[in-house]
Each structure stands twice: as C-alpha cells, then as structure tokens.
C-alpha cells in the first residue's frame, strides 16, 4: 500500500496521505499550485541531510511528519519499501515535500511533464498568490492545536505536583480537565482529516 495518493489536478498539485498517515503526520490533503513547485526530482531531500522530526511519526520503516533542518523545512511520508521523490516548494508553508511512491521515476516525469505543459500555455504565471490567505489559515490552527497541547501538558504537571505534596485535593479535577482538552485536541485533529478528504 502507498503513504500518498497523487492526482495531478488541472491548477495544483494534490497530494493526499493515505490511511493512518493522515494521523500519523498532522496532514491531510495538500493541493500545490504549480507555479510553487521549483524542482522535482527522485530522491530523498531533507532526510539525507540529517533533518530533526518535529512533529509526526518515526519508527523503523516509516517516516510521517514535518522535518527541519538546514533551514529548511518539509512535509516527509514515505514507508521502507518506498521510492522517495523531491518535491522543491516556493510560496508554500514547507520549502520541501518527501513522498513515497511505487514508483518515482514515473511520477517524476509525470509532473514534469505537467509542468511543461503548463509553461507552454502560459498558465504557471497567475497561481502565485492563490494559497496565501489558506497558509495563514493553517497557521493559526496549528498554533491553537499547540497551545491546547501545551495547556493540557501544563495541567497533568501541576496534577502531579498536587499528587507529590500528598494533599491530592485538586488532582482529579486538574487530570479531568487536562483529560477533556486532550480529547478536545484529538477530536480537532480527526475533524480536520475528515475534513481534509472534500
């Protein structure tokens, strides 16, 4: 089974994690405008350059989630027995896109030839501030998604404090509320991949 269902759209290219990676990376479906694609090559980009995971999965065989490293920063899914292929980004809230596919000698020439269909028509030229207004978007539910995870983190310390000084008179509430904020947090993120799949 693939990480990424790829479609190449008439505007955009989208790109759709498959199954539990939505979950397990953040990420539903992007869709990028072809005018922000700068290269696109096979490869394994910001994972060969010893990047840090800031978010998302990593264990043996798999890796889902956003990556940073020299300066640079980059939405990663592929599985072990994958071929990875570069997708270099301008405009975009990641400078680089890592995705696992069957085969990406293909895919590589696909979107290649997209492209030079497109630049032959003239029609990269006006998708260049399309998905500005949907970046800041984005933006701001993560940062909102991170301050509830910080809060909740916060609650379960001062619970345990409570629980350590042995007077565990507010613990069940402070774990209670850190409980619900938690759940508020994972409803947020299987709302937002649901609503990823439209």
Do not use: C
Request: hydrophobic fraction near 45%; proline fraction near 2%; aromatic fraction near 8%.
């Amino acid at each position: 089974m693939v990480s990424n269902l790829i479609t190449l759209g008439e505007k955009s290219l989208v790109v759709g994690p498959v199954g539990a990676n939505k979950v397990l990376g953040f990420q539903g479906k992007m869709e990028i405008p072809y005018g922000h694609i700068k290269a696109i090559s096979q490869g394994m980009g910001i994972l060969s350059q010893g990047a840090w995971r800031v978010g998302g999965t990593s264990i043996p065989g798999k890796q889902v989630g956003s990556y940073r490293g020299n300066h640079l920063k980059a939405y990663v899914n592929i599985s072990g027995n994958e071929e990875g292929i570069l997708v270099e980004l301008s405009n975009e809230w990641k400078d680089q896109l890592v995705l696992g596919v069957d085969d990406a000698q293909l895919w590589v020439e696909r979107i290649r030839g997209k492209l030079v269909e497109l630049q032959g028509s003239g029609g990269l030229d006006n998708q260049a501030v399309e998905t500005k207004a949907t970046k800041k978007k984005s933006n701001h539910y993560r940062w909102l998604f991170w301050m509830i995870i910080a809060v909740a983190i916060v609650l379960v310390f001062l619970a345990l404090w409570d629980l350590v000084r042995q007077s565990a008179q507010f613990a069940p509430a402070i774990l209670g509320l850190s409980g619900l904020l938690l759940l508020l947090v994972l409803g947020a993120v299987v709302f937002s991949v649901l609503a990823g799949k439209k």
